[in-house]
């Protein structure tokens, strides 16, 4: 199916590897133009050459620290009037809640809910002027299933997630939509580190841990970074204008729920 968005001019937060590289990805085969960016620019030099080899979307990089005000506006310099925004940045590290300070809660609340929301800020506007805007924000299964290890994640990202709910409902008459993609066991270094963690606690190896975990889920496995970007790039559709607001998970089946 043609995404109908060939032209497009989208910004990829993280997107040097894991989740934010899938979701470039296939944006890019889908003949957007991505401007992606990470801390390292070694490794983000090195997904941008992947990346045009794959022959579609143009791609800028920009190395810098999304988090920061100073990397916000060297992006937003690079591309500053984008359709497509995804929101993308590494989760605080886990741990126990007894050890947080108020600098970590700040640290968490400003890379993974206010770095998102004054990237909206600054774009949703000339989305809305041109009729046309994607915005999708990659949050976590924790959102909606919060993990005790990853409570400076679950807090920051359900912040974020309550601000979206309701600005969506304002800016989807100008077709312009505001979602969250909610991954579970997706194979990433974040994903790596937790079960580093899990793997301690429980007195097992690494090996061991993952194995145990793949097995727990319904999927019998974990996700693959290019299938999570492959529903990102639906979210950034022409197809997709009627979805938004909407915590949309992508986790195996893993939450028991219905709701």
């Known amino acids: 199916m043609d995404l109908g968005i060939a032209g497009k001019k989208a ?13 470039a990805e296939s944006l890019v085969k889908e003949g957007v133009d991505v401007t992606i960016c990470a801390r390292t620019a070694e490794t983000l030099e090195a997904t941008a050459d992947e990346l045009r080899a794959l022959g579609g979307g143009s791609v800028t990089t920009v190395a810098c620290d999304i988090t920061s005000e100073s990397g916000r506006a060297e992006i937003l310099k690079a591309c500053p009037n ?7 940045a590494g989760g605080p590290p886990p741990g126990d809640f007894r050890d947080w300070d108020r600098d970590d809660w700040i640290k968490a609340v400003d890379a993974n809910m206010l770095t998102p929301i004054f990237l909206i800020k600054a774009t949703v506007d000339g989305m809305i002027d041109r009729k046309f805007g994607r915005i999708v924000n990659i949050t976590s299964s924790a959102v909606k299933a919060p993990i ?11 912040g974020l997630t309550g ?10 008459r100008h077709n312009v939509t505001i979602n969250g993609l909610l991954p579970g066991p997706f194979y990433t270094d974040r994903l ?3 079960l580093k963690v899990n793997a301690e606690k429980q007195g097992l190896s690494f090996d061991e841990m993952a194995k145990q975990r793949a097995e ?18 639906y979210l950034c559709s ?4 009627f979805v938004t607001g909407q915590n949309l998970l992508m986790d195996g089946g893993a939450f028991p729920g219905t709701l």
């Open 148 to 158: 005790d290890i990853l409570g400076l994640s679950n807090g920051a990202r359900a």
């Open 82 to 88: 984008p359709d497509i925004l995804v929101n993308n």
């Open 216 to 233: 727990g889920n319904p999927a019998g496995r974990f996700g693959a970074a290019e299938e999570f970007g492959d529903y990102c790039a």
């Open 11 to 23: 910004i990829v937060c993280a997107a040097s590897k894991g989740l934010g590289k899938g979701c």
């Open 163 to 172: 601000f979206v709910a309701g600005i969506a409902r304002k800016t989807v």
């Open 238 to 241: 022409a197809q997709a204008g």
């Open 192 to 194: 790596i580190s937790n």
